[in-house]
Nanobody
Protein backbone atom coordinates (compact mmCIF):
# COMPACT_ATOMS: atom_id res chain seq x y z
CA UNK A 1 0.00 0.00 0.00
CA UNK A 2 1.48 3.29 -1.10
CA UNK A 3 1.29 6.05 1.46
CA UNK A 4 1.99 9.72 0.90
CA UNK A 5 2.54 12.14 3.76
CA UNK A 6 3.15 15.87 3.61
CA UNK A 7 4.86 17.96 6.25
CA UNK A 8 6.21 21.45 6.69
CA UNK A 9 3.14 23.61 6.34
CA UNK A 10 2.41 26.48 8.66
CA UNK A 11 2.12 30.23 8.90
CA UNK A 12 4.38 32.65 7.08
CA UNK A 13 4.39 36.36 6.40
CA UNK A 14 4.17 37.72 2.90
CA UNK A 15 7.61 37.66 1.36
CA UNK A 16 8.68 34.80 3.58
CA UNK A 17 9.50 31.19 2.85
CA UNK A 18 8.31 27.71 3.72
CA UNK A 19 9.58 24.30 2.72
CA UNK A 20 7.16 21.44 2.28
CA UNK A 21 8.24 17.82 2.23
CA UNK A 22 6.44 14.73 1.03
CA UNK A 23 7.46 11.22 2.03
CA UNK A 24 6.35 8.19 0.04
CA UNK A 25 6.34 4.69 1.45
CA UNK A 26 5.12 1.30 0.36
CA UNK A 27 5.89 1.70 -3.31
CA UNK A 28 8.65 2.21 -5.84
CA UNK A 29 9.28 5.91 -5.32
CA UNK A 30 12.10 6.03 -7.85
CA UNK A 31 9.60 5.22 -10.60
CA UNK A 32 6.98 7.80 -9.64
CA UNK A 33 6.50 11.23 -11.08
CA UNK A 34 5.45 13.52 -8.25
CA UNK A 35 3.26 16.56 -8.08
CA UNK A 36 2.10 19.28 -5.74
CA UNK A 37 -1.39 20.71 -5.87
CA UNK A 38 -3.21 23.22 -3.71
CA UNK A 39 -6.78 23.97 -2.82
CA UNK A 40 -8.01 27.22 -1.37
CA UNK A 41 -11.34 27.42 0.48
CA UNK A 42 -14.23 27.23 -1.93
CA UNK A 43 -11.99 26.61 -4.93
CA UNK A 44 -10.90 23.65 -6.98
CA UNK A 45 -7.68 21.80 -6.45
CA UNK A 46 -5.09 23.21 -8.86
CA UNK A 47 -1.68 22.23 -10.07
CA UNK A 48 1.37 23.83 -8.48
CA UNK A 49 4.45 21.89 -9.55
CA UNK A 50 5.59 18.47 -10.75
CA UNK A 51 8.82 16.57 -11.18
CA UNK A 52 9.65 13.57 -13.31
CA UNK A 53 10.75 10.25 -11.82
CA UNK A 54 14.40 11.06 -12.52
CA UNK A 55 14.22 14.64 -11.38
CA UNK A 56 15.45 15.81 -14.77
CA UNK A 57 12.20 17.58 -15.68
CA UNK A 58 10.18 20.01 -13.61
CA UNK A 59 6.93 21.81 -14.30
CA UNK A 60 5.36 24.84 -12.62
CA UNK A 61 2.12 26.73 -12.65
CA UNK A 62 2.59 30.26 -13.97
CA UNK A 63 1.48 31.65 -10.61
CA UNK A 64 4.46 30.11 -8.78
CA UNK A 65 7.13 30.08 -11.47
CA UNK A 66 10.29 31.75 -10.23
CA UNK A 67 9.18 31.55 -6.59
CA UNK A 68 8.68 27.82 -5.93
CA UNK A 69 11.14 25.01 -6.54
CA UNK A 70 10.29 21.32 -6.59
CA UNK A 71 13.04 18.76 -6.00
CA UNK A 72 13.51 15.18 -4.99
CA UNK A 73 16.24 13.54 -2.94
CA UNK A 74 19.40 12.76 -4.87
CA UNK A 75 19.13 9.30 -6.39
CA UNK A 76 15.70 9.09 -4.74
CA UNK A 77 17.47 7.88 -1.62
CA UNK A 78 15.09 9.40 0.89
CA UNK A 79 11.83 8.71 -0.96
CA UNK A 80 11.03 12.37 -0.45
CA UNK A 81 10.07 15.27 -2.65
CA UNK A 82 10.27 18.89 -1.53
CA UNK A 83 8.61 22.15 -2.43
CA UNK A 84 10.64 25.22 -1.53
CA UNK A 85 8.32 28.22 -1.47
CA UNK A 86 9.89 31.68 -1.50
CA UNK A 87 8.46 35.18 -1.83
CA UNK A 88 5.17 33.91 -0.49
CA UNK A 89 2.00 35.87 -1.17
CA UNK A 90 -1.34 35.84 0.65
CA UNK A 91 -2.86 34.21 -2.43
CA UNK A 92 -0.61 31.20 -1.84
CA UNK A 93 -2.75 30.37 1.18
CA UNK A 94 -4.24 26.92 0.67
CA UNK A 95 -4.05 23.29 1.65
CA UNK A 96 -1.15 21.78 -0.24
CA UNK A 97 -1.34 18.19 -1.43
CA UNK A 98 1.40 15.90 -2.62
CA UNK A 99 0.60 13.21 -5.16
CA UNK A 100 2.34 10.31 -6.87
CA UNK A 101 1.93 9.20 -10.46
CA UNK A 102 3.23 5.66 -10.98
CA UNK A 103 2.37 5.52 -14.69
CA UNK A 104 4.27 8.45 -16.13
CA UNK A 105 1.20 10.23 -17.42
CA UNK A 106 1.82 12.87 -20.03
CA UNK A 107 -0.50 15.42 -18.43
CA UNK A 108 1.37 16.49 -15.32
CA UNK A 109 -1.13 19.22 -14.56
CA UNK A 110 -4.22 17.05 -14.15
CA UNK A 111 -5.11 15.69 -10.71
CA UNK A 112 -6.54 12.62 -12.44
CA UNK A 113 -3.02 11.65 -13.54
CA UNK A 114 -2.03 10.94 -9.94
CA UNK A 115 -3.07 7.78 -8.15
CA UNK A 116 -1.81 8.37 -4.63
CA UNK A 117 -2.47 11.44 -2.51
CA UNK A 118 -1.49 12.73 0.89
CA UNK A 119 -3.85 14.25 3.41
CA UNK A 120 -2.62 17.77 2.78
CA UNK A 121 -0.83 20.39 4.82
CA UNK A 122 -2.11 23.91 5.50
CA UNK A 123 -0.09 26.89 4.32
CA UNK A 124 -1.25 30.30 5.49
CA UNK A 125 0.42 33.50 4.33
CA UNK A 126 -0.42 36.69 6.16
CA UNK A 127 -0.15 40.12 4.60
Amino acid sequence: QVQVAESGGGLAQAGGSLRLSCAVSGGTFSQYAMGWFRQAPGKERVFVAAISWSGASTYYADSVKGRFTISRDRDNAGNTVHLQMNSLKPEDTAVYYCAADPWGSTNRLAPASYDYWGQGTQVTVSS
